[in-house]
């Protein structure tokens, strides 16, 4: 409890799983921990502490944080590690994806968010497309078409 006052971490709920300290203490994917460790991310902040246990139980949550505490680390590093446990999208099983949808509100939001998904999936087979308007809607779509684990991209582009 103490800890968990220490890092302004409150929580609501129950059976609540408790935060994690060490990204070593982590448990997801491999592929996941040695792109955390490219990264250079040293000491998960207070979000990720508590965010990415909730999350890798498969409940559901809410995280507020400040600007630039890794809020998207917190939700995309759960997300990865259980798209490594589904089969790749290819020729055969295009059709089954893409396994997750994230929207954002402001393009300039989305685009950040997928180059975080890049820089964390960056040792798996996972692919994205980014749906934003001021791009050419003929190459994003032609970037699904080839199949994609992830879309991310802002209400109005993917309704589109």
């Known amino acids: 409890m103490i800890f968990k006052e220490d890092n302004d971490i409150r929580v ?5 799983p408790p935060p994690f300290m060490r990204w070593s203490d982590l448990k997801v994917h491999p592929k996941v921990l040695d792109a955390i460790a490219e990264i250079g991310y040293e000491k998960p902040s207070p979000i990720q502490m ?3 246990p909730v999350a890798l139980d498969k409940r559901d949550l809410v995280g507020i ?5 890794g809020k998207s680390c917190a939700f995309l590093a759960p997300m990865i590690d259980f798209f490594m446990n589904l089969p790749k999208i290819d020729g055969e099983s295009i059709n089954d994806g893409p396994y997750g949808l994230i929207l954002a509100p402001t393009r300039e939001l989305a685009i950040q968010i997928e180059a975080e998904f890049i820089r964390l999936s960056k040792f798996t087979h996972l692919r994205s497309a980014c749906l934003i308007g001021g791009r050419s809607a003929s190459e994003q779509s032609s ?3 080839r199949g994609c684990e992830v879309i991310i991209g802002t209400p109005g582009r993917i309704l589109d």
């Open 12 to 16: 609501q709920g129950t059976k609540c």
């Open 50 to 52: 508590q965010a990415i």
């Open 143 to 145: 970037k699904i078409s």
């Open 65 to 69: 944080a400040p600007t630039g505490m």
